[in-house]
């Protein structure tokens, strides 16, 4: 079994910055990707970014503000957000892919809010 766990969250100031951390409990190259996804309260959930080989994509709306990044001897993907703004407040989930077994693994996820 597959466990994700997601830490990092807070509060922050507008303009602050945090860094989350997905630890995983299997080697994060095993994983077709992994990703960052966040529910702000009454929206979906939303794409940030995705890891996997050689590849990173965000999100449009991400504009360089966030980074994506991945220790792959700690088995842990890291996003660090910078400038953050009221409206990036939301539960940050991670979510790491298995093509093979076609099976998505989610954290229970981190809160995030940003207010002054």
């Known amino acids: 079994q597959v466990h994700v766990v997601e830490s990092g969250g807070g509060l922050v100031q507008p303009g602050g910055s945090l860094r989350l951390s997905c630890v995983i409990s299997?080697?994060?190259?095993?994983?077709?990707?992994v990703g960052w996804h966040r529910q702000a309260p009454g929206k979906q959930r939303e794409f940030i970014a995705t890891?996997?080989?050689?590849?990173?994509t965000y999100a449009d709306f991400v504009k360089c503000r966030f980074t994506i990044s991945r220790d792959t001897a700690k088995n842990t993907v890291y996003l660090q957000m910078n400038s953050l703004k009221p409206e990036d407040t939301a539960v940050y989930y991670c979510?790491?892919?298995?093509?093979?077994?076609?099976?998505?693994?989610w954290g229970q996820g981190t809160q995030v809010t940003v207010s002054s």
């Open positions: 299997r080697t994060i190259n095993s994983f077709h990707v």
């Open positions: 979510k790491a892919r298995d093509e093979l077994r076609e099976e998505n693994y």
């Open positions: 890891i996997g080989g050689v590849s990173i």
